[in-house]
C-alpha cells in the first residue's frame, strides 16, 4: 500500500525567509508522479509544483522548488522569499499510473510578519 | 473556463436523510473522484470512476454511494448519512486520455454536517 507521511504538522517562517516541508512516501511502483498541493483559508485546492519520478532534474515554480530523492522516497518543498500569501496548509501527494492519489496529511504554514 | 461545480457548498441535515452532493466537470475528462476532508486526517477517497458506468471504492466507501451516469456528472450519494460523515467533501477530475500525472481539478468543497 502506498502511503504519505509529512511529518510537520505545523510550521512558521518570517516574511521573505526561505522554508523547507518535509514528505516521505512509500511505493511498490518505480513509475509514479509527485505534487504539492495548497489550501488557502478558502479551501481551494491548488497545486503547486509536480515531479515525475522518472525525472532526475528537481521541479522549480518560481518561489517554489522540490527536492526530490527517489532513492531515500523524500519529496521535500522549499518556498523562498516567503510571503503572506503563502501562508496555507500543504498537502504532499503521489499518483501511480491507476490514477489513485493518496494524500498526506498536510502541514499548516503561518507566515509571520 | 475549466470547471469543476459541486452543490450544495453547503449544507446542515438530520441523521438518515437521504442526500446527493452532485459534481459537474466540463473539461471532458475521464477521470472524476470524491475525497473527504477531516482535520488531521488530510483528504481520503471516497469513491472514484474511471469512465463512465465504471466506479471503483477509494479507501473510505462505506455510507456512500456513486454513479457515473454520464461523463460530466459523478453525484455522491449518502443514503442515510450520520453524524460521522460531517466533513469537507471535494469533487475532483483530471484527463487521463493524456497519460496519469495531469493536473487534478478541484470543486471548491462542500461542506456537510449531519447532526
Known amino acids: 500500500a502506498q502511503t504519505v507521511t509529512q511529518s510537520q504538522p505545523e510550521m512558521s517562517v518570517q516574511e521573505a525567509e526561505t522554508v523547507t516541508l518535509s514528505c516521505t512516501y512509500d511505493?511498490?511502483?518505480?513509475?509514479?508522479?509527485l505534487f504539492w498541493y495548497k489550501q488557502p483559508p478558502s479551501r481551494q485546492m491548488i497545486l503547486v509544483i509536480r515531479?515525475?519520478?522518472?525525472?532526475?532534474q528537481n521541479a522549480t515554480e518560481n518561489r517554489f522548488s522540490v527536492n526530490f530523492q527517489k532513492a531515500a522516497k523524500s519529496f521535500s518543498l522549499k518556498i523562498s522569499d516567503s510571503q503572506l500569501g503563502d501562508a496555507a496548509m500543504y498537502f504532499c501527494a503521489i499518483q501511480n499510473r491507476d490514477d489513485k492519489i493518496i494524500f498526506g496529511k498536510g502541514t499548516r504554514l503561518h507566515i509571520l510578519p | 473556463e475549466a470547471q469543476v461545480t459541486q452543490n450544495p457548498r453547503y449544507l446542515i441535515t438530520v441523521t438518515g436523510k437521504k442526500l446527493t452532493v452532485t459534481c459537474s466537470q466540463n473539461m471532458n475528462h475521464e477521470y472524476m473522484s470524491w475525497y473527504r476532508q477531516d482535520p488531521g486526517l488530510g483528504l481520503r477517497q471516497i469513491y472514484y470512476s474511471m469512465n463512465v458506468e465504471v466506479t471503483d471504492k477509494g479507501d473510505v466507501p462505506e455510507g456512500y454511494k456513486v454513479s457515473r451516469k454520464e461523463k460530466r456528472n459523478f453525484p455522491l450519494i449518502l443514503e442515510s448519512p450520520s453524524p460521522n460523515q460531517t466533513s469537507l467533501y471535494f469533487c475532483?477530475?483530471?484527463?487521463?486520455?493524456?497519460?496519469?500525472?495531469?493536473?487534478?481539478?478541484f470543486g471548491e468543497g462542500s461542506w456537510l454536517t449531519v447532526v
Open positions: 511505493t511498490s511502483e518505480s513509475d509514479y508522479y
Open positions: 515531479q515525475e519520478a522518472y525525472k532526475q
Open positions: 475532483a477530475s483530471s484527463d487521463r486520455g493524456q497519460g496519469y500525472g495531469n493536473t487534478i481539478y
